[in-house]
C-alpha cells in the first residue's frame, strides 16, 4: 500500500509560540523524516499549516478534505500550542493501522488530566458521561483504549472520513442556545468508533501543552500525589474534552 501522510498543523491562535516552532523544527531535523518515513513504509510525509478559520472544527475539516484530495492515507494532526518529542513522527506513523491514535498530553489547568477519555455512561436524562483516564501506572507503554482523545498531537487514518458520512466531521454540539458545548473532537471520535475504527492513547509519545509554561505530564502527577485525588472526574458531552 502506498501510505502517505499530511502532517498537519492547525493554528487559530494569536501567535505561535516559539516552544511550538523549536519543537516542529526539531521534529524535522536532520533526517528524521526520511528516518520515519522509511520505518513504517510511507512514501511520503508533508508538511502543512492551516490557519485559515479561527474555528478550530473548521480547520480540521479542512485537513480532512486537502487530504483526501490530494490522496494521502494518514493525517497526523498537530495543534500550534503544543510541543513533542523529537521521534514523535516515528513513534506516531507506527500506528498506521490503528485507526485514530494519540499522543500523551494533559489540560492547561488543574487538574492537569490527560486529554483522553473512557466511557461512556449514560444517566437518566440521556447525557453521556465520559472520565478522564487517569489511573495508569507510571512509565506504562502499551496502547491503551480511549472513547475521545483530543487532536493535538494524534494520527488519523484517512479512510475514517469516507466511512463516516458528510461534512462536517469535526464540529462543536450546542446546546439550546447555540452554545458550543462540546468541543469538536467527541463527535469525530464517536462516529469514528461507530465506523469500526478504534481510538487509543499511546502514553509513551509525552507531549507538552505550551502556555507561558509548557504543561505536561508532571503537572499532572504533582496534582494527584499533593491532593490525592479519589473521586471520579466525569466530563459530559455538555462540556469540552479538552
Known amino acids: ?14 501567535v ?13 531535523w536532520g533526517d528524521r ?6 520505518a513504517h513504509g510511507f512514501t511520503e510525509v508533508s508538511f502543512a499549516w492551516f490557519y485559515r478559520s479561527p474555528r478550530v472544527d473548521a480547520l480540521r475539516d479542512m485537513v480532512g478534505v486537502a487530504a483526501l484530495k490530494e490522496g494521502f492515507t494518514h493525517i497526523l494532526y498537530l495543534d500550534a500550542d503544543m510541543i513533542w ?8 506513523l507506527a500506528h498506521h493501522d490503528k485507526g485514530i491514535v494519540s499522543g500523551l498530553y494533559v489540560q492547561k489547568w488543574p487538574p492537569y488530566y490527560p486529554i483522553a ?3 461512556p455512561v449514560t444517566e437518566s436524562e440521556g447525557v453521556n ?3 478522564h483516564d487517569k489511573d495508569w501506572p507510571r512509565g506504562e507503554t502499551a ?11 494524534t494520527l488519523v487514518d484517512v479512510d475514517i472520513f469516507r466511512q463516516i458520512g458528510e461534512r462536517p466531521w469535526f464540529h462543536y454540539e450546542n446546546n439550546a442556545e447555540g452554545w458550543p458545548m462540546v468541543s469538536e473532537d467527541v463527535p469525530f471520535c464517536r462516529k469514528a468508533k461507530e465506523a469500526g475504527f478504534g481510538v487509543w492513547l499511546d ?11 509548557v504543561i505536561d505530564e508532571k503537572h499532572f502527577r504533582r496534582w494527584m500525589d499533593s491532593e490525592k485525588h479519589t473521586q471520579r472526574s466525569p466530563v459530559r458531552t455538555k462540556g469540552s474534552a479538552a
Open 1 to 14: 500500500m502506498d501510505r502517505r501522510c499530511l502532517v498537519a498543523i492547525c493554528h487559530n491562535l494569536p
Open 16 to 28: 505561535v509560540y516559539r516552544k511550538t516552532t523549536e519543537s516542529l523544527m526539531e521534529l524535522g
Open 33 to 38: 523524516v526520511d528516518k520515519a518515513r522509511e
Open 85 to 92: 518529542p523529537t521521534d514523535t513522527l516515528k513513534r506516531m
Open 117 to 119: 477519555l473512557r466511557g
Open 129 to 131: 458521561i465520559y472520565t
Open 143 to 153: 496502547l491503551r483504549p480511549q472513547e475521545v482523545v483530543g487532536m493535538g498531537c
Open 203 to 213: 502514553p509513551a509519545v509525552k507531549c507538552g501543552h505550551a502556555m507561558v509554561d
